[in-house]
Every structure is written in C-alpha cells, then in structure tokens.
C-alpha cells in the first residue's frame, strides 16, 4: 500500500465532523493517509488576520492531495473575505480548472426525484469565467454608485475544459451536454459555444447538445435521464450542481473533486456543500457527501478498489435507510454504520 501524504483541512462549521468521519472511513477501507492537518478558518482569521499564512499554498505544494471540509462562516467573517483567502486561491493556484461533481441516487435516498434513475457528471469550470475576481466598484455609497464584476474566459481555459468534458463522455455514455447562455450573453458565450464545437469534430462518437442555463435547470428535474456529462462555466456549473444535489437527496451527497489534469499541483476533493450554519451544532450532518469526495481522492491517488469499496459501503448503508433523510441521523451513526458496511456487517 502506497502512503499518501493528505493535507487536511477541515475549516468551519460542519466542516470538521464531515473531515474526521471521511478519513476515518479511508483508514478503515485500507488507504493509508499520512494527513497534516492545517486549522485554516474563519477562527483561524479572526486570531491571525488571515485565513492562511503568506506561505499557506506553498506549504499545500508538497502533498499528494488536499482534503477540505468547508469554509465560511458568514456571521463571523464576510464570505468575500474567507472564499477569497483560502477555497478560491487554492483552485487557482494549483490550476485545478476541472471541477468533477457527480448526481446519481444512492439506493434509498429519500429525495424529489426517488424513483427515477440518471446518473450526471457535471463538470464545472474552476479557475477563470465569473469568479475572476476582476472588477471594482465607483462612487461608493451614492445614488450614482456602479459595481462592476468582469467575466474573464480565455480560449486556453475553455478549450481545456471543454476537452476534459469530451474525454469524460468517451469513457461513459458519449453525450456531452454544453451550457451557456449564449441567447443573452454575445461575447463569451459564443465564444464557449464556438470552441465547442470545433472541438466537436475532434470527437465524432460524443453527441453534443447545446442548452441555455435557465432551460438546463429545468431539465435536471424534469429528465435527468437525458443527461450525461455536464460541462458549465464556474458560476453556471456552481448553480447547476446544487440543483444536482437536491435531485440526489440533498446537499449532504454531493460530492466533488477538484483536478489539475496535469498533475502539476495536488488536486483537492471537497464535498458540494458549505458549513452548513444552520444545522452546525446538531450534530446531523450528513458525512456521505465527504466520505464520497474522499472515495474520489483514493480514486486519484491510485486506489480505486479502495474508492470502490468505500462506494459499496456507502450504498450498502443507505440501502438499510441510514442517513437517507436529511436532519434524521445522526453523524457519528452515519460513520459508524460505513464502518460497519467495510467489515462486512451490513
Ligand atoms: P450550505 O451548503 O452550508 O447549506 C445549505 C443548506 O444545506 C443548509 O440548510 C444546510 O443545513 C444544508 N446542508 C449542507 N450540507 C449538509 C450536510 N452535509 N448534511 C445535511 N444538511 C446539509 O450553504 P450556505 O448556507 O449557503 O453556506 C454556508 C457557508 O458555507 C457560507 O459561508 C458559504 O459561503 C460557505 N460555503 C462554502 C463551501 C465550500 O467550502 N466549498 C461551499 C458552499 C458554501
Ligand atoms: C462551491 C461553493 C463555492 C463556489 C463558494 C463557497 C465560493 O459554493 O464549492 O460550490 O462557489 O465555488
Ligand atoms: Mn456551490
């Protein structure tokens, strides 16, 4: 077994439960985790200044992985500050411009679309798009005010993006779903939409569709069925995969990994929801959505019968009706119950 240095940081609010319940389970399916845990948080800003230190993605350089839980706590630090001072930096900086986030129903997730049955990989834009960051704002505070928050796309970074998009419809059902809203948005859009199709005719097997955000949204619910891969930019692949974890039983299952394809920097695996305020002191979060990002890890790091052990014990656990409606288990017995499932008794 291969010893796999992880840089865990679990940050705040539920963050830290789901962290400590995904590397436990790992350790039990047999990964072997050598983990450095950093306590970066909106805590951590409030003693230091800063949400990590100067040196902070240097020091994440070194590891083969990075293993985060969630960050923001919104009444303590505004999210402009904390998102900007750790989660975002680190996916720019370590070109993680592939952000994998899969929907399909674990067996007996209680959720609005139980019965059906699809299985969607949506694959977000990670480093540029609506989060650049490039903007400002003039004549603050008066009736004459303008914010200004400039989208940036650069060919290289849709080009590459589209392409993984492609290569993943090649190794699975060969549909490739594109999303824009190039019907209101002339210039980045079209340009989306071009690249797209060019590449295209690159790879004949793939079908490719063409869908507006707004109609994308409604057909997630109405026939998932029809869709396979999922290529969105980093807001509209933001929005969509929420909407992806509704349909999938909640925010408590959707899990997501953030690649640098090229393996230049470590990639970092995180689940789809945030520190959850509102539930953060219940003790009820749901850990599946990190046990599965944790799985995506293992999968990345080369252990995919470990990853795949992981993915039977979960479905083994919610197929008895543990932890497959929101707010009803607790998280220890969630864990406990995977636990069990990797020993073999469930
Ligand atoms: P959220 O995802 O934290 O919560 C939305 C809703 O989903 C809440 O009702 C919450 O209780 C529920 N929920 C989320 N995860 C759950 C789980 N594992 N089990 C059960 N229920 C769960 O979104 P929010 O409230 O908009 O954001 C809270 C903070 O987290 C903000 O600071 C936000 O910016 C931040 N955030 C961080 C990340 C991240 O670190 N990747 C992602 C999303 C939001
Ligand atoms: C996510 C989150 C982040 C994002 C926020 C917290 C900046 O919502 O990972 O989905 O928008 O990327
Ligand atoms: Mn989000």
Redesign the pocket.
């Known amino acids: 077994m291969t010893t796999h240095k992880i840089a865990l940081i679990p ?5 830290t439960a ?1 962290t400590e319940s995904a590397v436990a389970v790992a350790r039990a399916a047999g990964a072997v985790l050598e983990t450095t845990t950093f306590p970066w948080s909106c805590d951590h800003y409030l003693q230091t200044g800063k949400m990590m230190p100067e040196d902070g993605i240097e020091t994440l350089r070194g590891f083969d992985a990075i293993f ?7 009444a303590k630090v505004p ?1 402009s500050v ?2 900007h001072g750790l ?1 975002l930096p680190i996916r720019k900086a370590f070109v993680q411009y592939a952000n994998i986030r899969p929907h399909r129903l674990l067996p007996g997730v209680e959720g609005p679309l139980k019965t059906r049955d699809f299985d969607i990989l949506c694959i977000r834009e990670n480093t540029e798009g609506e989060y650049s960051g490039a903007g400002g704002r003039v004549h603050v505070g008066t009736p004459d005010e303008v914010a200004v928050e400039t989208s940036i796309f650069t060919r290289a970074g849709v080009e590459r993006i589209i392409r993984f998009g492609f290569e993943q419809a090649m190794r699975r059902r060969g549909k490739l779903a594109s999303v824009t809203k190039s019907n209101a948005q002339k210039y980045s859009m079209v340009f989306w939409d071009e690249i797209t199709d060019r590449l295209a005719a690159e790879y004949p097997q793939v079908e490719v569709t063409h869908y507006h955000i707004d109609a994308m949204c409604a057909r997630m619910v109405m026939a998932p069925e029809s869709l396979d891969v999922v290529v969105a930019s980093n807001l509209f692949g933001d929005i969509l995969t ?1 909407l992806g974890a509704a349909i999938q039983g ?3 299952f959707a899990a997501s990994a953030n690649i640098n394809p090229d393996r230049s920097a470590p990639s970092m695996f ?10 953060a002191h219940l003790g ?7 046990i599965w990002s944790v799985a995506m890890m293992l999968d990345h790091l080369g252990e995919a019968a470990t990853a795949a052990r992981i993915m039977a014990a979960m479905e083994a656990v919610t197929a008895q009706g543990i932890g497959t409606v ?2 009803r288990d607790k998280t220890d017995d969630i864990t406990k119950a995977v636990l069990a499932a990797l020993e073999g008794k469930a």
């Open positions: 940050g705040d609010g539920i963050g789901v985060l839980g969630a960050v923001g706590w919104p999210d904390s998102l989660l929420d909640g925010l408590g995180e689940p789809v929801h945030g520190s959850a305020p509102d539930i009820i979060a749901n850990p599946m959505a990190a929101p707010g």
